[in-house]
């Protein structure tokens, strides 16, 4: 008998363009097979679904390839840092730091 079937979601956006499917894949399916049978990366030059990291409704999933999926559940595809958000943190601290010593001196 075959394995009834699961609806999920699979998303992924940029800042200026965004995609939601809906794909129907079989039970046991993984968090890394949505990604790879949405095909967004037809979509999305550069996106590597075969290494992005994922998560399900906000919550990154350490070992998507393990991780089985439940029916209704949103895949999502999470872009790469382009900035350390602890070093963003410092350096705005650093020149707050730098304008309230001028005015300081002001």
């Known amino acids: 008998m075959d394995k009834p079937n699961i609806v999920v979601e699979v998303v992924y956006a ?4 965004q995609k939601l499917l809906r794909l129907s894949l079989p039970a046991g399916s993984t968090v890394r097979d949505a990604a790879l049978r949405s095909g967004l990366d037809a979509h999305f030059p550069g996106l590597d679904l075969q290494a992005a ?3 399900i409704f906000g919550k990154a999933v350490p ?20 900035a350390d958000p602890k070093e963003v943190r410092k350096q705005r601290a650093a020149k707050a730091a730098q304008a309230k010593a001028a005015q ?3």
Do not use: F, H, S
Not at 14 to 17: H, P, R, T, V
């Open 63 to 82: 070992k998507p390839e393990e991780r089985l999926l439940e029916d209704g559940e949103r895949v999502e595809i999470y872009r790469p840092l382009i």
């Open 14 to 17: 940029l800042a200026d363009k």
């Open 104 to 106: 300081a001196e002001e």
């Open 53 to 55: 990291p994922l998560g």
